[in-house]
């Protein structure tokens, strides 16, 4: 079993910052890609933000210089630094994590979400 625990959100003012962390727990032998997604009010779940095993890193165009992932492989934990907030940004963000545990392939685990809320 795996279990994934976010944590950081809640509510800022526009130009602030907030840190996103998602912790995997569990039976876990290797975890490649690691992802930010988020879903706003109406609107369908997009990916923010992405890492590989090897460190490479991808972003929305959105989010671009303003928001940073990174990786701890010996937590098992990701985060998502959000900085130069802007109300746009508001919406559930998801963890999304690709895990091979120690006793099946790889799978795609989501964490619970987490509101960020930024004002205007």
């Known amino acids: 079993q795996v279990q994934l625990v976010e944590s950081g959100g809640g509510l800022m003012q526009a130009g602030g910052s907030l840190r996103l962390s998602c912790a995997a727990s569990?039976?876990?032998?290797?975890?490649?890609?690691m992802g930010w997604y988020r879903q706003a009010p109406g609107k369908q779940r997009e990916l923010v933000a992405f890492?590989?095993?090897?460190?490479?890193?991808n972003y929305a165009d959105s989010v671009k210089g303003r928001f940073t992932i990174s990786r701890d492989n010996a937590k098992n934990t990701v985060y998502l630094q959000m900085n130069s907030l802007k109300p746009e940004d508001t919406a559930v963000y998801y963890c999304?994590?690709?895990?091979?545990?120690?006793?099946?392939?790889?799978?795609?685990?989501w964490g619970q979400g987490t509101q960020v809320t930024v004002s205007s």
């Open positions: 999304n994590l690709a895990i091979a545990t120690m006793f099946s392939g790889q799978k795609d685990y």
């Open positions: 569990g039976t876990i032998f290797r975890i490649n890609v």
């Open positions: 890492i590989t095993s090897g460190g490479s890193t």
